[in-house]
Each structure stands twice: as structure tokens, then as C-alpha cells.
């Protein structure tokens, strides 16, 4: 059974770090594209960075900068690292895997993924 497990939210510093993880199990995670998404209260869910099998991201214009995407295909674990952290950036945080992204794509739109887990939430201190 394929299964993605976000964790590493919390509370975190304004301008602060954190690392979310994505563990993957009961698939071949080495094939897929990661996103990685986030989805606010009364907002759409909205893509921050995907990462192809093929080694290429991409980042949206509002994290491009500060959110690192990685991932250990050993560990069949993908990574968040998010530094700088702005109040627009506290959100429940998805990851997402995929295997119909064209080789030419690296999407940030949720609609190409197919695989989704359950999220992980940070807030911000005041």
C-alpha cells in the first residue's frame, strides 16, 4: 500500500527554520516527482516545490530562496527546509508523489499528483 508521512511541523521563530520530512513507503519512490504543497486556513492548496527523479526542481515565487527541496531516495524520504520564515508561511504542509508528470514539466499544480499524505502543520510564535 503506498503511503506518504509528512512530520517536522511545530512551532517555529518568525524568521525561523524547519525541516518537514516525507517518508514513503510501498512504492518504487525513486521514480515518482515529490511536491511538496501547503494549504492555508479559507485558502486553495497552493505547490511550493516539486523535484523530478531526474535531479530538476522547481520552487514557487514565494518561497524561491528560502525553501530548499531534497530528497534521500535510500531513505525513500523527501525534504522541506524552509529558512526565513514569513507570517504567509504557516499552512498544513503536503507532500505528494506522482508518475504522470511529463519529462518536460516539473509541476507545482496539485491536479498531476496523485498520491498524497496527510499533512504536517506549523505555526509561527508570536
Known amino acids: 500500500q503506498l503511503q506518504l508521512v509528512e512530520s517536522g511541523g511545530g512551532l517555529v521563530q518568525p524568521r525561523g527554520s524547519l525541516r518537514l520530512s516525507c517518508a514513503s513507503s510501498?512504492?518504487?519512490?525513486?521514480?515518482?516527482?515529490l511536491g511538496w504543497f501547503r494549504q492555508a486556513p479559507g485558502k486553495e492548496r497552493e505547490g511550493v516545490s516539486c523535484?523530478?527523479?531526474?535531479?530538476?526542481?522547481n520552487y514557487s515565487d514565494s518561497v524561491k530562496g528560502r525553501f530548499t527541496i531534497s530528497r534521500d531516495n535510500h531513505k525513500n524520504t523527501g525534504y522541506l527546509q524552509m529558512n526565513s520564515l514569513k507570517p504567509e508561511d504557516p499552512a498544513v504542509y503536503y507532500c505528494?508523489?506522482?508518475?504522470?508528470?511529463?519529462?518536460?514539466?516539473?509541476?507545482?499544480?496539485?491536479?498531476?499528483?496523485?498520491?498524497w499524505g496527510q499533512g504536517t502543520q506549523f505555526t509561527v510564535s508570536s
Open positions: 505528494a508523489a506522482s508518475l504522470r508528470v511529463p519529462s518536460n514539466q516539473a509541476p507545482l499544480s496539485p491536479g498531476w499528483y496523485d498520491y
Open positions: 510501498g512504492f518504487a519512490f525513486n521514480y515518482y516527482t
Open positions: 523535484f523530478r527523479k531526474s535531479g530538476f526542481t
